[in-house]
């Protein structure tokens, strides 16, 4: 996952294709609005990549769920067929205010639509991803509700940063357990194919706590539409990578840029990092 500049689509896949990467996950792009191009996601199949498409209803701002349905597929019809993703994600971190105004309700309305389309069109379809947090906080939550108290202390002294831990049992915790268990229990419903989450926790014993609740509880095969780290540990980065391969994660997209809190694979100006040559070597040595 690289932003590309739009004055160079190809930045991102060739950055891409240097550290050994199968898949490419572009810029979201909003049907509202669309003008039927892409850049960085003709840049990535002209380079061979695989996309995973994220699509949003609308953005930047948090997504407004589809008010013509009708509407909505049609366009979305027209994007499949233009780009032919390996994997379409509706929406992203859909249980976040930040990227969606909607309920859970209307998400898993506008997944069902999505994936029908998908379908049709020979696409396999996922939930935009649940935000790593709430990941770690229902793994935590699972735990307690079945009075294994030793368990979940023992997994949020591994899982949880600082701040998370000082609301754990907090009104917003509880708001956020209520919305990710209404998801995990429609995605299957509405037709997806995978289970999405997003992962920047660097304990690899709570990334297979996590994928093996979430298969559970969602009855779907998890990926990771977003991996990455806080840190600029190299260890880190194969330890997570062996995780994912140990468990047969089918798909798996780093989060290769700097974020607010995210620290790249590369630095801004296309120089691989130590964590980017361990990437690199890990693809190399497991997936030649």
């Not at 060739?14 to 960085?40: N, Q, V």
């Not at 379809?125 to 709430?134: A, I, K, P, W």
Request: glycine share 10%.
């Amino acid at each position: 996952m690289l932003t590309s500049d739009p004055r160079r689509p190809s930045w991102g896949p060739d950055l891409a294709r240097k550290l050994g990467a199968r898949y490419f996950r572009p810029e979201s792009l909003f049907l509202e609005g669309w003008d039927g191009s892409c850049p960085a996601c003709d840049a990535a199949l002209s380079a061979g990549l695989e996309l995973v498409l994220t699509v949003r209803n609308t953005g930047p701002e948090a997504t407004s769920p589809p008010a013509d349905m009708e509407k909505y597929k049609a366009r979305l019809g027209e994007v499949l067929a233009r780009f032919r993703p390996a994997l379409l994600a509706v929406e992203n971190e859909e249980n976040s205010g930040l990227f969606y105004a909607g309920s859970p309700e209307q998400y898993l309305a506008e997944l069902e639509a999505a994936c029908g389309v998908a379908h049709d069109k020979g696409v396999p379809c996922t939930n935009g991803g649940l935000v790593s947090d709430l990941v770690a906080l229902l793994v935590y939550d699972h735990y307690r509700s079945r009075g294994e108290n030793a368990a979940a202390e023992d997994f949020a002294r591994r899982a949880f940063r600082q701040e998370v831990r000082t609301y754990i049992d907090s009104p917003t915790a509880r708001e956020q357990l209520r919305r990710g268990k209404i998801l995990l229990a429609g995605y299957r419903r509405a037709g997806a194919d995978y289970l999405n989450f997003h992962w920047y926790l660097a304990d690899a014993r709570a990334l297979e706590e996590a994928v093996g609740y979430l298969e559970a509880a969602a009855g779907l095969p998890a990926i990771t539409g977003e991996v990455g780290q806080f840190t600029g540990d190299p260890a880190q980065t194969k330890a997570v990578m062996a995780k994912l391969a140990e468990l047969g994660v089918r798909v798996a997209v780093w989060f290769a840029q700097d974020g607010p809190k995210a620290r790249g694979l590369v630095g801004r100006d296309g120089s691989i990092r130590p964590t980017g040559e361990a990437f690199r070597e890990f693809i190399g040595e497991h997936f030649p």
